[in-house]
């Protein structure tokens, strides 16, 4: 997974076409770090339907509000640098790779 | 045939990594069996300062990782599961993972834990991550410098008010009762009072959550006069208490009207060989140190449980 900051966002998403999945976490957001590894699994298995990226907030807080992410786990996906869906609160991965699909 | 456990516990909280200490140093083969990382709410709770032993020098994610790393040492296998079927009525016990794994346990202990009560007020669901929280470990730091507002008065939204202070400009607690009446301990209201960042809205409720992308007003009535009045904030943090995360063990174990585990000063539940622990039971006090406590009484009693049943099964 591709790690975004406040230096690459613009070019690794907004400016970047196709699919992208972006995984908004910190340090200490448990249910953050409890969702991360079926996230890396579900990069893995799906490599070829998206670009997974993760990105986090601590120190990109204005980038996270900038994109109306005011809390966390969020998960939010971009199709040629607009927001089309996004997943928020209570995420389960069998949602999340739902979305995906459905998207991709 | 696949190898039976001694013990089985459902959820890795603090009941249920006490449970797993206690139940591995009894050399007990002994698995817990949880979706994601353990530590349960707790782990989501910053401030704790009421473990016995741990005066102002611990954390909940640090205390939690710290059981984590006990139950590990004396042999407790901790497997990230998400349980989706039991079959709890044999003298063999089965468990079903939503990965298709089928488990085998002598005994369960249930331990699977509480999650934050939503009040579904107008604004509240479309607006969650969008300002609306639940967690202030997770979000208090998006709102540096911010406002924001506590829905509760019990200890967890008192202390995560406090938490809440480290970061926003003003936290306003919305309080249902009377001036200065609080349900939290004393020593937290008492710091609450005097933290001048926090301000109170006493007799009223919450009535709508606004925003358009982002949180920017609530609604709040004052439930004495029916006033309505609006205040401009950035975020909204419910406290309101919890519901237990049963639903799994509807018809499969007696529970109260609520959805807690009905159990014993043992920690029996209805079905013989199946213990129960933490937030999930029927009790008074719902803390990190009584799950502690739950935890441990279980697995002693699994264990008698354990050689009572080998006993019969010697003697028969």
Not at chain 2, 59 to 71: D, F, I, K, Q, V
Not at chain 2, 237 to 244: K, L, M, Y
Request: glycine content about 10%; hydrophobic content about 40%; aromatic content about 6%.
């Amino acid at each position: 997974m591709l790690a975004l900051t406040k230096e690459n966002f613009e070019e690794e998403v907004k400016k970047a076409e196709g699919l992208i999945m972006v995984d908004f976490w910190s340090e200490k957001c448990e249910p953050c770090k409890a969702l991360m590894p079926s996230v890396h699994e579900l990069a893995e298995k799906h490599a070829d339907k998206a670009k997974f990226c993760s990105l986090d907030t601590n120190g990109n807080k204005r980038l996270a509000m900038s994109q109306k992410v005011l809390g966390l786990p969020t998960i939010l996906f971009y199709q040629n640098g607009e927001i089309v869906a996004e997943l928020c609160n209570e995420i389960s991965i069998e949602d999340v790779e739902a979305k995906l699909l459905e998207l991709a | 045939m696949a190898e039976v456990y001694d013990i089985i516990i459902v959820g890795g909280g603090p009941g249920g990594l006490a449970a797993g200490i206690y139940g591995s140093r009894a050399r007990l083969k002994t698995a817990i069996l949880q979706k994601g990382k353990p530590g349960g709410q707790a782990a989501r709770t910053e401030d704790l300062e009421n473990y016995p032993g741990f005066s102002r020098g611990t954390t909940g994610p640090a205390l939690m990782e710290a059981m984590e790393e006990h139950a590990k040492s004396f042999g407790t296998e901790i497997i990230s599961e998400e349980i989706v079927g039991l079959d709890l009525e044999g003298k063999i016990k089965l468990i079903k993972s939503k990965s298709g794994h089928e488990y085998m346990s002598k005994t369960v202990i249930l331990a699977p834990g509480a999650v934050p009560k939503s009040l579904e007020i107008k604004g509240e669901i479309p607006l969650r991550g969008k300002g609306v929280s639940y967690c202030a470990t997770c979000d208090a730091d998006f709102f540096e410098e911010l406002d924001v507002v506590v829905v509760g008065n019990g200890d967890a939204a008192v202390e995560e008010a406090m938490y809440l202070t480290k970061f926003a400009e003003t936290v306003t607690i919305i309080v249902r009762r009377n001036e200065g009446d609080l349900r939290c301990n004393k020593t937290s209201a008492e710091r609450a009072f005097a933290n001048p960042k926090i301000k109170w809205v006493w007799n009223s409720v919450l009535e709508e959550i606004k925003g358009n992308g982002l949180v920017d007003s609530v609604v709040i009535k004052n439930i004495k006069t029916g006033e309505l009045s609006v205040l401009e904030t950035n975020g909204v943090f419910f406290f309101v208490g919890t519901v237990p995360k049963t639903e799994i063990l509807k018809g499969k174990v007696e529970l109260n009207e609520q959805g807690y585990i009905i159990t014993n000063d043992l920690m029996q539940t209805s079905v013989p060989g199946v213990y129960a622990a933490g937030d999930a039971r029927v009790k008074y006090l719902r803390q990190v140190v009584t799950a502690a406590s739950d935890g441990a009484i279980a697995a002693v009693a699994a264990e008698r449980y354990l050689a009572e049943e080998e006993g019969l099964h010697k003697s028969s």
